[in-house]
């Protein structure tokens, strides 16, 4: 009984990180012209020898975006995947 109890009070938990990445990868499809706005800020990045997956880069997301630096990673390789592949 106490790892049923255990287990429904993590998944009930609002803070469980499943449950915001979800919200947060829905923004993005929601949100088309904000991925492109960041897919440019991207591509100024990468014209500056700066990979999107520079620890710079998500400090930036990160910071524009009110994300964990772990959040602003996934966030961004989500917006590469989906709105500009062309981004390195």
């Known amino acids: ?8 009070l993590l998944f009930s938990n609002p803070f ?3 449950f915001s990445q979800s919200n947060l990868l829905e923004s993005v499809k929601k949100n088309p012209s904000e991925a492109r ?3 440019n800020k991207f591509r100024e990045f990468n014209s500056k020898g700066i ?6 880069v998500i400090e ?5 975006n009110k994300l964990t630096p772990v959040n602003a990673e996934i966030f961004s390789i989500y917006v590469i995947g989906l ?4 981004i390195i």
Not at 1 to 8: S, V
Not at 51 to 56: G, L, P, Q, T, V
Not at 60 to 64: A, G, I, R, T, W
Not at 83 to 86: G, L, Y
């Open 83 to 86: 709105h500009c592949p062309d």
């Open 1 to 8: 009984m106490k790892p049923f109890l255990f287990l429904l």
């Open 51 to 56: 990979s999107a997956s520079s620890d710079k």
């Open 37 to 39: 706005n960041l897919c």
């Open 16 to 18: 469980y990180p499943v």
């Open 60 to 64: 930036f997301v990160s910071n524009k």
